[in-house]
């Protein structure tokens, strides 16, 4: 997604954690700094964050998957009820999944690994790092953060108070943690096909697309310079809903899956994305071998499959919301619950 996406992901989460109702200290925390998801939510793909050398940018952050020759196959086959019942009907993701019948059994029976090529960019233990690091930076927030938390840290008095965590910075994080979310849901980042590459079409011909339906309000410098108090935001951000046909419907955001942690639960939305993925841009036709495949945008989704375009953008826009709220809403009972 482009920045305009990812800004508007991040706000529609806030919306709908405060319209689910629960989390209320949460959304105390992230809603103040509402504008701020347009700088946040982008940080993990702005090209100028970094100093010194390149080996210092923010780095990608992917998991390209494909079939898997090694000797540990078993190890790398999700079954297509194992995979559905890991992300949860809940999810527009498994609904989608549930419906195809282009993935046939042997494709399920296939054994298929995610990786990366070059340490570091792991999207699974990116968002991991960040939300294991985010809830020890929450235990020692400044007071107005301490407010927001039951309980105390009696080494927290010990620190300075410009040392401890501002209620600015942990938004940023929150917002930081979004874009990671968003990228997992986004099928090119999980598909390790060259045709899935973001110079490569179809990657960024469906985040132009995306982008266009968002709509320019949620552009960064919009954003910042807009009246509308915090409130107003997140109503625009509910507004966009109807560009992807969602409905939330007063859904109530789950856990995490039970026995997942934020690592276990990212693998399987990267899984269950790169199964998208070979939908959209059918396996059988362009092949996951074969590297000089390309998937232009009109040829997948031109003409009589502008429904599965419909289909896919509501599928991933609405897991992606979802997701984020999941993982918030999860790092914050972390802190706060248990
Ligand atoms: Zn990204």
Not at 29 to 56: C, E, T, Y
Not at 91 to 114: C, H, I, M, S, V
Not at 328 to 337: A, D, M, R, T, Y
Request: proline share 4%; hydrophobic share 40%; net charge neutral.
């Amino acid at each position: 997604m482009d920045q305009r996406t990812h800004s508007w992901i991040a706000i529609r989460a806030i919306a709908l954690l405060e319209d689910e109702n629960k989390e209320e200290n949460l959304v105390k925390l992230l809603k103040p700094h509402v504008r701020k998801a347009s700088v946040g939510a982008w940080i993990p793909d702005a090209i100028d964050a970094k100093r010194g050398g390149a080996g210092s940018s923010t780095d990608n952050h992917i998991l390209k998957t494909e079939p898997y020759k090694g000797n540990q196959a078993s190890r790398f086959i999700i079954k297509k009820d194992e995979l559905l019942e890991s992300i949860g009907m809940y999810r527009k993701t498994a609904q989608f999944l549930r419906n195809d019948n282009y993935l046939d059994e042997q494709w399920w029976a296939t054994p298929y690994r995610g990786d990366v090529p070059k340490p570091g960019q792991h999207l699974p233990n990116r968002a991991m790092a960040m939300s294991t690091m985010m809830k020890d930076l929450l235990l020692m927030g400044n007071q107005e953060i301490d407010q927001l938390i039951p309980g105390d840290v009696r080494f927290a008095q010990y620190m300075a108070p410009k040392a401890r965590t501002q209620e600015e910075a942990a938004a940023m994080y929150f917002f930081m943690l979004s874009h990671f979310i968003a990228d997992a849901g986004m099928p090119c980042h999980c598909d390790g096909r060259k045709l899935a590459g973001y110079a490569e079409g179809l990657h960024k011909e469906l985040e132009t697309h995306w982008s266009q339906r968002v709509g320019t309000s949620f552009e960064k410098k919009n954003l910042l310079q807009a009246k509308a108090d915090s409130s107003r935001v997140l109503q625009q951000a509910r507004d966009i809903d109807t560009k992807f046909g969602l409905n939330f419907g007063g859904a109530s955001i789950p856990d995490l899956h039970r026995g997942h942690d934020i690592w276990l639960e990212v693998i399987y939305i990267c899984r269950a994305s790169f199964a998208v993925a070979s939908i959209i841009a059918p396996y059988k036709q362009y092949k996951y071998d074969d590297p000089k495949a390309r998937a232009p945008f009109n040829a997948i989704f031109g003409g009589a499959n502008k429904q599965l375009l419909d289909d896919l953008s509501q599928t991933v826009m609405y897991d992606a919301v979802l997701n984020i709220a999941i993982v918030w809403k999860h790092i914050w009972n972390k802190v706060s619950k248990e």
